[in-house]
């Protein structure tokens, strides 16, 4: 009756069996009953921690960290370095773009309401109007037409014999030597011909009469827009015309002095002359800037273009081009505002219209007044050469040898460009460098670093195509060729200060004239080292111009606010006329230009406004007629009225060369 020990496996390893029925059944049980489990989920949890957690008090638990999350982008680079042309440095830059673009797309969407998005829909409109009409066109022609059309053959294209890679890819077939055509082979293939244009006119028929149909329509909308801008086009010139007449009326005591006022008091002044004030033009928008720079129109004797900015280089801003003319001095007639301040300007003198301006920025640009545009039609750019200093002159040139139009540009960054106008771009070439001679710098590492001398002024040979004068901030004026690059014809130590404006002389061929801010304004032949004439005015001088009517005569301008006109041939020690032209308190004159045909004369200040003056008789004298005398006119008498002059102060051949 007792059990056998040993026999059984310990009670660890003991695994309870269960019938297969009870645990199907328990399953079945567990799957119904929502109730059991419940306790399991609501039992309390004991959270897991890892071992090297820091244990923190209540306070520490409670305690805040605020985070500040920026958009900044983790990427951009922090050390980027430009060179500074104001402080010849490189230096660190501040700001750095924090923009990443992870998408872009360009957009093709027009507005209904723009005038692109109703020309577009009337187009669609036109279109499906056109479908529905070529759709009934077809059926009636289907109705009409009792056998159905033949079937279209295509017409095989012929293997292009020009393409290499055809003709490559083919046998080599050997010539025909000799072709013979007769008369009637030729006539029958022009009849074949004949008739197929015949044959496409009338088909073409039904297409012209929907063709005209679509005209009728668009005349119809077209004409409203048309007639309003011819309506426009007449207004604003009968408009102009109006505002002619009134400001001929409202200045007609000043009309009448331009026309016909002679001074008649010059006989009893001892050969001086006087300045008659005309008309002053100024406008609202130029107020705070400078004139820069005037220059006549020379095809339209009364217009003239003015360009504005400012000398005074703390104080840079925008910059305007105004065109005005003396049949109307309350407004001008173009108006033309850019960016940065315009310092130079030139017309074009076989298209008038064609204006080029240099900018402060180092910018050139071409303004063409055929066009109803505010912005100048071709600008240069950083890409294609722009210069890095102020652009003090700029002159048009001949076009080149494939009819290009061109002008050259001088700036104080030493560099003469010549920008050509091909196919709609600005194309720059440098003509010279000014190398300052004897001013080599010792740069870091023992490097010759060649300072460049600062052109400020020049004026191309009347005659010569290839010579022209630099004047520069040094001083110098420098005689140079197109041809040469790199080096100078000669070189003349002609002033102390800035060369403020060189000109050639517009009769004699070796005359040239130079002001300076050191107050004076020199006359030098271009074939002698030394002056012929030197004038001091006591006073910087902004501006020279020689008068167009003699070889002998010129206008200075100072910044005291004197006008002073010399007279070689009557006096050639003093000048005839020294008046002053603007007041004086806080103002400056900056520049002259002769009219080249009527006998006056536009001044420019630094408040922006231009007057216009009259010249005496006393300041353009002519030879007196004398009773059985013809008086000789012309370049050759004004050529050797000068000549005489320069004969008196030139050394004698034979001291010349001592």
């Given at each position: 009756?007792?059990?056998?020990?040993?026999?059984s496996?310990?009670?660890?390893?003991?695994?309870?069996?269960?019938?297969?029925?009870?645990?199907?059944?328990?399953?079945?049980?567990?799957?119904t009953?929502?109730g059991?489990?419940?306790d399991?989920?609501?039992a309390v949890?004991?959270?897991?921690?890892?071992?090297?957690?820091?244990?923190?008090t209540e306070a520490e638990?409670?305690?805040?960290?605020?985070?500040?999350?920026t958009?900044?982008?983790?990427?951009a680079?922090?050390?980027?370095?430009?060179?500074?042309?104001?402080e010849?440095?490189?230096?660190?830059?501040?700001?750095?773009?924090?923009?990443a673009?992870?998408?872009?797309l360009?957009?093709n969407?027009?507005?209904?309401?723009s005038?692109?998005?109703?020309?577009?829909?009337?187009?669609?409109?036109?279109?499906?109007?056109e479908?529905?009409?070529?759709?009934?066109?077809?059926e009636?022609?289907?109705a009409?037409?009792?056998?159905?059309p033949?079937?279209?053959?295509?017409?095989?294209?012929?293997?292009?014999?020009?393409?290499?890679?055809?003709?490559?890819?083919?046998?080599?077939?050997?010539?025909?030597?000799?072709?013979?055509?007769?008369?009637?082979?030729i006539y029958?293939?022009?009849?074949?011909?004949?008739?197929?244009?015949?044959?496409?006119?009338?088909k073409e028929?039904?297409?012209?009469?929907?063709?005209?149909?679509?005209?009728?329509?668009?005349?119809?909308?077209?004409?409203?827009?048309?007639?309003?801008s011819?309506?426009?086009?007449?207004?604003?010139?009968?408009?102009?015309?109006?505002?002619?007449?009134?400001?001929?009326?409202?200045?007609?005591?000043?009309?009448?002095?331009?026309?016909?006022?002679?001074?008649?008091?010059?006989?009893?002044?001892d050969?001086?002359g006087?300045?008659?004030?005309?008309?002053?033009?100024?406008?609202d928008?130029?107020?705070?800037l400078?004139?820069?720079?005037?220059?006549w129109?020379?095809?339209?004797?009364?217009?003239?273009?003015?360009g504005?900015?400012?000398?005074d280089?703390?104080?840079?801003?925008?910059?305007?081009?105004?065109?005005?003319?003396?049949?109307?001095?309350?407004?001008?007639?173009?108006?033309?505002?850019?960016?940065?301040?315009?310092?130079?300007?030139?017309?074009?003198?076989d298209?008038?219209?064609?204006?080029?301006?240099?900018?402060?920025?180092?910018?050139?640009?071409?303004?063409?007044?055929?066009?109803?545009?505010s912005?100048p039609?071709?600008?240069?750019s950083?890409?294609?050469?722009?210069?890095?200093?102020?652009?003090?002159?700029v002159?048009?040139q001949?076009?080149?040898?494939?009819?290009?139009?061109?002008?050259?540009?001088?700036?104080?960054?030493?560099?003469?460009?010549s920008?050509?106008?091909?196919?709609?771009?600005?194309?720059?070439t440098?003509?010279?460098?000014?190398?300052?001679?004897?001013?080599?710098?010792?740069?870091?590492?023992?490097?010759?670093?060649?300072?460049?001398?600062?052109?400020?002024?020049?004026?191309?040979?009347?005659?010569?195509?290839?010579?022209?004068?630099?004047?520069?901030?040094e001083?110098?004026?420098?005689?140079?060729?197109?041809?040469?690059?790199?080096?100078?014809?000669?070189?003349?130590?002609?002033?102390?200060?800035?060369?403020?404006?060189?000109?050639?002389?517009?009769?004699h061929?070796?005359?040239?004239?130079?002001?300076?801010?050191d107050?004076?304004?020199?006359?030098?032949?271009h074939?002698i080292?030394?002056?012929?004439?030197?004038?001091?005015l006591?006073?910087?001088?902004?501006?020279v111009?020689?008068?167009?009517?003699?070889?002998?005569?010129?206008?200075?301008?100072?910044?005291?606010?004197?006008?002073?006109?010399?007279?070689?041939?009557?006096?050639?020690?003093?000048?005839?006329?020294?008046?002053?032209?603007?007041?004086?308190k806080?103002?400056?004159?900056?520049?002259?230009?002769?009219?080249?045909?009527?006998?006056?004369?536009?001044i420019?200040?630094?408040?922006?406004?231009?007057?216009c003056?009259?010249?005496?008789?006393?300041?353009?004298?002519?030879?007196?007629e004398k009773?059985?005398?013809?008086?000789?006119?012309?370049?050759?008498v004004?050529?050797?009225?000068?000549?005489?002059?320069?004969?008196l102060?030139?050394?004698?051949?034979?001291t010349?060369?001592k």
């Amino acid at each position: 009756g007792s059990p056998v020990l040993g026999l059984s496996p310990p009670s660890s390893y003991c695994t309870p069996s269960l019938p297969v029925g009870r645990t199907e059944q328990k399953d079945e049980d567990a799957s119904t009953d929502v109730g059991e489990g419940v306790d399991e989920w609501t039992a309390v949890k004991t959270l897991v921690k890892p071992p090297d957690q820091l244990e923190l008090t209540e306070a520490e638990l409670k305690e805040e960290f605020t985070r500040v999350l920026t958009a900044n982008n983790p990427h951009a680079p922090q050390n980027i370095v430009r060179y500074s042309f104001k402080e010849r440095a490189y230096k660190p830059i501040g700001y750095v773009d924090q923009t990443a673009i992870h998408f872009s797309l360009n957009g093709n969407l027009i507005l209904k309401d723009s005038d692109e998005g109703r020309r577009q829909s009337v187009k669609s409109a036109e279109g499906e109007e056109e479908a529905e009409e070529a759709g009934t066109a077809e059926e009636a022609e289907a109705a009409e037409a009792e056998e159905p059309p033949p079937p279209k053959v295509k017409e095989q294209k012929l293997a292009n014999q020009f393409n290499f890679i055809e003709r490559a890819s083919k046998t080599l077939n050997n010539p025909l030597r000799m072709f013979v055509f007769w008369h009637w082979e030729i006539y029958d293939a022009y009849m074949e011909e004949l008739q197929k244009m015949e044959k496409s006119k009338e088909k073409e028929k039904p297409k012209a009469q929907i063709a005209k149909k679509e005209e009728k329509k668009k005349g119809r909308k077209l004409t409203s827009l048309e007639s309003q801008s011819d309506d426009i086009t007449k207004i604003s010139k009968a408009a102009k015309i109006m505002e002619r007449m009134v400001n001929q009326n409202i200045f007609d005591d000043i009309a009448q002095d331009f026309k016909y006022f002679e001074d008649a008091s010059d006989e009893y002044r001892d050969q001086k002359g006087t300045l008659l004030p005309l008309w002053k033009f100024q406008y609202d928008k130029t107020k705070r800037l400078a004139v820069t720079a005037i220059s006549w129109n020379p095809k339209y004797k009364d217009l003239f273009a003015v360009g504005y900015g400012s000398y005074d280089f703390m104080k840079q801003s925008h910059g305007m081009l105004l065109l005005y003319t003396m049949k109307n001095p309350s407004f001008p007639e173009y108006v033309f505002s850019s960016e940065s301040g315009i310092m130079c300007l030139d017309i074009h003198n076989d298209h008038p219209y064609l204006v080029a301006v240099g900018f402060y920025d180092g910018n050139v640009a071409i303004y063409n007044l055929k066009k109803a545009t505010s912005q100048p039609s071709y600008k240069s750019s950083a890409k294609s050469g722009k210069h890095t200093d102020p652009v003090w002159q700029v002159k048009w040139q001949k076009d080149d040898m494939d009819n290009n139009l061109n002008f050259f540009s001088v700036s104080s960054d030493g560099r003469i460009v010549s920008w050509t106008l091909v196919k709609n771009e600005l194309v720059h070439t440098d003509v010279i460098k000014l190398s300052a001679e004897g001013t080599t710098m010792q740069g870091p590492e023992g490097l010759q670093l060649q300072t460049l001398g600062c052109g400020t002024s020049f004026d191309f040979h009347k005659k010569i195509d290839y010579l022209f004068l630099v004047g520069t901030e040094e001083g110098k004026i420098y005689k140079c060729s197109k041809c040469y690059s790199s080096q100078f014809l000669d070189v003349f130590e002609a002033h102390h200060m800035a060369v403020d404006s060189v000109s050639w002389n517009p009769y004699h061929l070796k005359v040239f004239i130079s002001c300076s801010s050191d107050w004076t304004v020199k006359i030098w032949d271009h074939t002698i080292k030394t002056p012929m004439f030197i004038y001091d005015l006591h006073s910087a001088v902004g501006d020279v111009a020689w008068s167009p009517y003699s070889s002998t005569v010129f206008a200075a301008v100072t910044t005291d606010g004197k006008a002073h006109v010399f007279d070689l041939s009557i006096n050639k020690y003093e000048a005839l006329c020294t008046q002053i032209v603007v007041a004086k308190k806080k103002n400056k004159i900056t520049h002259i230009q002769f009219n080249p045909v009527y006998p006056v004369v536009i001044i420019g200040d630094e408040r922006g406004h231009i007057t216009c003056l009259k010249l005496s008789p006393n300041l353009r004298k002519m030879p007196k007629e004398k009773k059985g005398q013809v008086v000789k006119k012309g370049p050759e008498v004004e050529i050797a009225k000068l000549d005489k002059l320069l004969n008196l102060v030139r050394e004698p051949e034979g001291t010349a060369g001592k």
